[in-house]
Nanobody, 112 residues
């Protein structure tokens, strides 16, 4: 199994843009889809969006147009950007390759 690794700032201020990176060893970005999932404390998992093997991205409609997912095949990284964050975006964020391999998650807190 591929071990994914999420990284990014642990603290973001309201109205700013959150940017997270998922590092994928082995260069498999063009062979699989990659999803971002989040889980607020005490709540269930919420799908944030994904990018397809050919590089087309889709975001959860519940998040409006705030979600942007891109990839860097040279560096084997998938990036999530979430704009105009609020405290409701506070959660542990995970990346997963086709719902099979997962990262350990990274805590993001939105606070002034």
């Amino acid at each position: 199994q591929v071990q994914l690794q999420e990284s990014g700032p642990g603290l973001v201020k309201p109205s700013q843009t959150l940017s997270l990176t998922c590092s994928v060893p082995g260069g498999s970005l063009i062979r699989s889809s990659y999803h971002w999932i989040r889980q607020p404390a005490g709540k269930g998992l919420e799908w944030v969006g994904f990018i397809t093997p050919i590089g087309i991205s889709y975001g959860n409609p519940a998040l409006g147009s705030r979600t942007s997912i891109s990839r860097d095949t040279s560096n084997n990284q998938v990036t999530l950007q979430l704009s105009s964050v609020t405290p409701e975006d506070t959660a542990v964020y995970y990346c997963t390759r086709a719902w099979e391999s997962w990262g350990q998650g990274t805590q993001v807190t939105v606070s002034p």
